[in-house]
Each structure stands twice: as structure tokens, then as C-alpha cells.
């Protein structure tokens, strides 16, 4: 069974900064791992993504403010998230897609920024 443990989010105001973490337990052997997000009204959308080997990719609008990371012995990702907009303010979730193409979801965990 895949389990996952999301921490980090919170509110903050413009400008701030915000680390999100996600550690995936479970016999598993993980493949990539990723950030997505989701604003009221909008689709859910690839924030960033690190796969095996450390190639990282990340959506054109926080190129620069975020930065994905990996932990392989804890399975274990985050995304620190720098100079944040109000625009960042979504549900971000923790994906985890094993060596066998299973993908899996974390619950979720709330970012706002507003001052």
C-alpha cells in the first residue's frame, strides 16, 4: 500500500517563500515524483517533476522561484517555492508514478498567498 505525508502549506503573504514536502512510503520503487496544483475553476496543472537521475522539469510560469528536490533513501520530494505570487495560490498534491507506470496522489495540501 501506497501511503503519502504532505506538509509545508500554510498561508503567506507576496514575496514569501514556502518549502512543501511529500514523503511516499510503501514497498515501492519510484520512478518520477511531482508537484501539480490546482485553483478553484482551473485544471489541475504540472508545477514540477524530477524523475530518476535528477532531470527535473518545471511550468513556465515559476521557472526561477521554484526548485523541485529529491530525496531517494526517504522518498521523499520538495518544492521550495520562492517569491510568491498571489497567483500561486492553489491545492497542491504530491505525485509518485512507481517503476511499473502505477501513478499515485497524495490528499492535498492548501497554499495561499495573500496579504
Known amino acids: 500500500q501506497v501511503q503519502f505525508v504532505e506538509s509545508g502549506g500554510g498561508l503567506v503573504q507576496p514575496g514569501g517563500s514556502l518549502r512543501l514536502s511529500c514523503a511516499v512510503s510503501?514497498?515501492?520503487?519510484?520512478?518520477?515524483m511531482g508537484w501539480y496544483r490546482q485553483a478553484p475553476g482551473n485544471q489541475r496543472e504540472l508545477v514540477a517533476g524530477?524523475?530518476?537521475?535528477?532531470?527535473?522539469n518545471y511550468a513556465d510560469s515559476v521557472k526561477g522561484r521554484f526548485t523541485i528536490s529529491r530525496d531517494y533513501a526517504k522518498n521523499t520530494v520538495y518544492l521550495q517555492m520562492n517569491s510568491l505570487k498571489p497567483e500561486d495560490t492553489a491545492v497542491y498534491s504530491c505525485?509518485?508514478?512507481?517503476?511499473?507506470?502505477?501513478?499515485?496522489w497524495g490528499q492535498g495540501i492548501q497554499v495561499t498567498v495573500s496579504s
Open positions: 505525485n509518485a508514478v512507481l517503476v511499473g507506470g502505477h501513478s499515485y
Open positions: 510503501g514497498s515501492i520503487f519510484i520512478r518520477s
Open positions: 524530477i524523475i530518476s537521475g535528477g532531470t527535473t
